[in-house]
């Protein structure tokens, strides 16, 4: 679990990494920043900062600030009811984020899982996003990624998000942390 102290210090960098490249947030979008560690208490490797300007029924849109190589673990979107999962579409805004994803494998993949947890991995279609370029992740597609060494900040858009319900390859990993 995240001490109070590691939280803000990744909620304070996550600002300042959106303010230099030119994303204002109001005084509530930065309080009500999320800062997950996935509960691997290891934020620096697996983690994100996430910042979610709406979330309704039908759409969704969320800033994703991530540190240099920190990485969000491999996951799926399942069906909810009759929903059939969650489709979202990531657009690079600053830095470098590589998307792995079932194809053809990388032959030298750019990134590598955290330490211990690699064969949690099992995606290996490397697509690398760049400032202005985007990728579409339909429901149910198994998915994981990592930022490159300066950082990255992701725009998400999405149909509902329901962060709950991922399922994680890694079954330590613990979404909604239980306060």
């Known amino acids: 679990m995240l001490t109070s102290m590691e939280i803000d210090t990744a909620r304070n960098e996550a600002i300042s990494m959106l303010a230099a490249a ?16 996935f509960g691997l208490g290891n934020l620096r490797a697996s983690g ?26 491999q996951h799926i979107h399942p069906p909810v009811g009759s929903d059939p999962g969650k489709e979202e579409t990531f657009r ?25 947890h690699e064969s949690y991995y099992t995606v290996w279609h490397e697509i690398k996003l760049t400032p202005g370029q985007q990728y579409t992740i339909l429901p149910g597609t198994p998915h994981w990624f990592q930022s490159g060494d300066r950082g990255a900040i992701v725009s998400e858009f999405s149909t509902t998000s329901r962060d709950e ?5 890694d079954p330590g990993i613990i979404r909604v942390p239980v306060n």
């Open 22 to 37: 030119g994303i204002e947030l109001t005084s509530e979008e930065k309080s009500g920043m999320e800062v997950a560690d």
């Open 48 to 73: 994100l900062q996430i910042v979610v300007y709406v979330n309704t029924s039908r759409c969704c849109a969320k800033e994703l600030v991530m540190s240099p190589r920190q990485t969000c673990p």
């Open 92 to 116: 690079c805004r600053w830095g470098e984020v590589y998307l792995y994803v079932p194809g053809e494998p990388s032959s030298v993949p750019a990134c590598a899982p955290p330490t211990g």
């Open 165 to 169: 319900f991922d399922i994680f390859e």
